[in-house]
């Protein structure tokens, strides 16, 4: 077991995302670079114009998502995204907001190796055991960029979301 793998998954001391800095608001002429950095004002604004605009309007949905971090576990650099999502159910339910608490990880291509690859692949259903422990389905897939999972869990309201943020942080990867 690696000395990565036994640490307590702490998003304070996680190393960040390389391209951090870049997505913090460096100046930038790439175009397609700009509008990854849309400004959170912007997405506020929406919010402001509601009441602004001819007829009856409301909020349908909100994500929240916290900057992705890097974790090492079986010698492999993992980039965990977690996220909370709020949705009105329109049709059924319209007063009803489903709240899930979520979480990807991914990572470049496996080794080709057999070594590195089995622990890998015993890492990932580690993890998945560990967070279906706390409630959350998902499951692990590959992508043409490398191994990929979707885990989350739904919530009685957007005040159990802190909770979940926190289990989710003292989470062993």
């Given at each position: ?73 079986a ?7 977690l ?37 890998a ?22 992508s ?6 979707h ?23």
């Amino acid at each position: 077991m690696t000395r990565a793998m036994s640490q307590q998954y702490d998003f304070s001391q996680a190393r960040k995302n390389p391209y951090a800095r870049r997505l913090k608001g460096t100046k930038t002429n790439d175009p397609r670079q700009r509008s990854k950095n849309a400004r959170p004002e912007a997405l506020t604004a929406l919010l402001r114009l509601a009441s602004g605009l001819p007829g009856a309007w409301h909020t349908s949905a909100s994500n929240i998502a916290m900057q992705p971090v890097i974790v090492r576990g079986a010698e492999i650099d993992w980039h965990v995204h977690l996220h909370a999502y709020a949705v009105r159910s329109h049709l059924t339910h319209p007063r009803k907001v489903e709240v899930t608490v979520g979480l990807t990880i991914s990572a470049d291509p496996l080794p080709l190796r057999h070594a590195p690859r089995a622990r890998a692949k015993e890492w990932q259903l580690r993890i998945a055991d560990r967070l279906a422990a706390l409630g959350y389905g998902g499951s692990w897939g590959q992508s043409p960029d490398g191994p990929f999972a979707h885990f989350k869990k739904g919530l009685r309201s957007v005040s159990c979301v802190p909770a979940a943020i926190r289990r989710l942080q003292r989470v062993r990867f």
